[in-house]
T-cell receptor
Framework: AQSVTQLGSHVSVSEGALVLLRCNYS??????LFWYVQYPNQGLQLLLK??????LVKGINGFEAEFKKSETSFHLTKPSAHMSDAAEYFC?????????????FGSGTRLQVQP | NAGVMQNPRHLVRRRGQEARLRCSPM?????VYWYRQLPEEGLKFMVY????????ESGMPKERFSAEFPKEGPSILRIQQVVRGDSAAYFC???????????????FGPGTRLTVT
């Protein structure tokens, strides 16, 4: 069984400040991990993924995430927030290369960016 | 290259009616997934299909819900005798066939927002 916990349902930062969105996972097998972004009334867009290669993963729009097995974490960061980053962010986990591809999502973190 | 297409984008049904949601995967993708998003919640997996095959339906409610992905045409999620609790956004995602790293990436459509009155 797998689960994802996103600490903080709402995060507010100032424009230009560091963005840190937290994700902890639980998985009985080596996981694949994903971050998605959802803008209002739209589908989800893949930001980045971890699939057992490099533990520091770079994604689109200046985001990156680091897989830390010892902490079972996959936190999302961006050095400098932009107004356009305001959206909902979802962390998700799947069962690695077991063939079971269903994604288990966290409950999401809504990011506000203040001018 | 068109993305994942879903229609309709908005669907209103009265209690007891049937809802049919359609999903056309990205070109070259042969895996389709359906997820449901209730208000203020994350997405919950429902079903995973390949052409003419249900691979994993562990997230599907036992009654009233069914899904198919025929050889020709879009994938269909069908909800019979809808109830108010079925009101949600239903998202379809697709991924490529081959067993490469990218085959584990799921690309999402814009969703169908079902309202049951």
């Amino acid at each position: 069984a797998q689960s994802v916990t996103q600490l903080g349902s709402h995060v507010s930062v100032s424009e230009g400040a560091l963005v840190l969105l937290r994700c902890n996972y639980s998985s009985s097998v080596p996981p694949y991990l994903f971050w998605y972004v959802q803008y209002p009334n739209q589908g989800l867009q893949l930001l980045l993924k971890y699939t057992s290669a490099a533990t520091l993963v770079k994604g689109i729009n200046g985001f990156e995430a680091e897989f830390k097995k010892s902490e079972t974490s996959f936190h999302l960061t961006k050095p400098s927030a932009h107004m356009s980053d305001a959206a909902e962010y979802f962390c998700a986990v799947s069962e690695g290369d077991t063939g079971r591809r269903a994604l288990t999502f966290g409950s999401g973190t809504r990011l506000q960016v203040q001018p | 290259n068109a993305g994942v297409m879903q229609n309709p984008r908005h669907l209103v049904r009265r209690r007891g009616q049937e809802a049919r949601l359609r999903c056309s995967p990205m070109k070259g993708h042969s895996h389709v997934y359906w997820y449901r998003q209730l208000p203020e919640e994350g997405l919950k997996f429902m079903v995973y299909l390949q052409k003419e095959n249900i691979i994993d339906e562990s997230g599907m409610p036992k009654e009233r819900f069914s899904a198919e992905f025929p050889k020709e045409g879009p994938s269909i999620l069908r909800i019979q005798q809808v109830v108010r609790g079925d009101s949600a956004a239903y998202f379809c995602a697709s991924s490529p066939l081959h067993h490469t790293e990218s085959s584990y990436e799921q690309y999402f459509g814009p969703g169908t927002r079902l309202t049951v009155t």
